[in-house]
């Protein structure tokens, strides 16, 4: 039976170290997520260039299809042409298609791409979050050799187009703990630590279901 854990992180929170260690330790494959830090750049400054034109503001959904678009490598489920995305619905059909393929067949562990929206129901599934203080967070990017200004400006950017992410596509709050089995800290535990605990909770949620 297939097995899939959702990551849901903020910037900084180590999302895709504890991703990447997790999947090697429960040997699933690991699904990176869908709004790199690239796009959500792109998504702050399709805003920001409209605005100070004076223009119409393109919507979220606008922004983020931008994003999709202008970034070099595959960041949906699947390769996506531009004219495949002109509505949040088709993207989001798309979205969660590929999701519960992965579900009933490999299995995974997802970082990002509102996991925890699509499949958070299954028992098979163990949704997880990981956030911390906002200077903590940044601390932990600054202590990887970035520069503070350009980390905060990261932060800025990337938690803002993820948290609209799950909102336009999926209407759910990345913060709402209703959508998750286990909710960590990762700025006060180290990232092993977080790989352990999460691998027990896992093995425990499916050992549980198992038919």
Known sequence: ???VVTISASYGAHGDRVGRLLAEKLELPFLDRAI???AAHELAVSSEVAESLDERVPSRWE???M???NVPAPTGPSQLAP????TPEVFRAECESALREIAETTGA???GRAGMVVLGKRPDVLCVRLDGPVEDRIAQVVAQGIDEAVARKGQREVDKARDAYARVLFGARQDDPRLYHVILDSTALPVQTCVDVIAGAARGRFDHYAP
Do not use: N, T
């Not at 004219?83 to 002109?86: G, V, Y």
């Open 109 to 111: 562990v997802i970082l």
């Open 67 to 69: 994003a999709f678009v």
């Open 83 to 86: 004219e495949d995305i002109k």
């Open 63 to 65: 922004r983020m299809a």
């Open 36 to 38: 790199p830090a690239a």
């Open 1 to 3: 039976m297939p097995h």
